[in-house]
């Protein structure tokens, strides 16, 4: 027995140092491969969207839009490109984020790409109040699948303050999108109704 006490101590003794005699750290909530795997699909297909969107505005090099439709594209270009630089500078900080995993089915690929030459098609073909209108169109699906991608991305991310940026991101494309429709709406109208 008095060679068991002291092994026991030394053990104990052992075992402290090899764990470290720190405080235990704040810990953040483990995070799963299958929510590592949709935050990563949904940061790479956010990111992709954010950084076509950031380049909206230049249409109005090359169509001429009334002010209130100019002054609203620019400002979501502008939160884009916001969005962008913010999951590139989480994918800098923190490698486990990747901005490549797109991971689309084959026909879910093909029937994006369709649908993006179609748009592009209809807002180079159109002029006036018609392209204004395709524009919006188009914007307010961007900016509702944006939102979407945002929301889900932070429900999946195991960081706080990542996943409140993630948050943020999501209310500033459902409020630009609120003001789109309320433009929307207000050009669709005709004078005999307002």
Do not use: W
């Not at 029937?111 to 592009?120: G, W």
């Amino acid at each position: 027995m008095k060679i068991i006490l002291p092994l026991l101590t030394v053990m104990l003794l052992a075992a402290g140092i090899l764990t470290g005699c720190q405080s235990p750290k704040a810990m953040l909530p483990r995070e799963s491969s299958a929510a590592r795997a949709i935050r990563n699909n949904c940061y790479s297909l956010l990111h992709q969207l954010l950084t076509d969107e950031k380049d909206v505005s230049l249409l109005r090099f090359i169509k001429p839009e009334h002010t209130d439709v100019k002054n609203l594209v620019k400002r979501i270009a502008k939160t884009s490109g916001t969005g962008a630089k913010l999951l590139e500078a989480f994918a800098k900080d923190d490698p486990s984020i990747r901005l490549d995993d797109l991971r689309l089915p084959p026909g879910e690929q093909a029937v994006r790409d369709a649908i993006a030459s179609t748009k592009q098609k209809e807002l180079l073909g159109r002029t006036g109040d018609t392209f204004e209108l395709t524009l919006l169109l188009t914007q307010a699906e961007a900016l509702n699948y944006a939102a979407h991608l945002a929301e889900v991305a932070g429900e999946n991310e195991p960081q706080p303050d990542r996943a409140r940026a993630l948050a943020g991101t999501s209310e500033d494309m459902k409020n630009l999108n609120h003001e789109l429709f309320g433009l929307l709406l207000a050009k669709t109208k005709s004078p005999a109704t307002n």
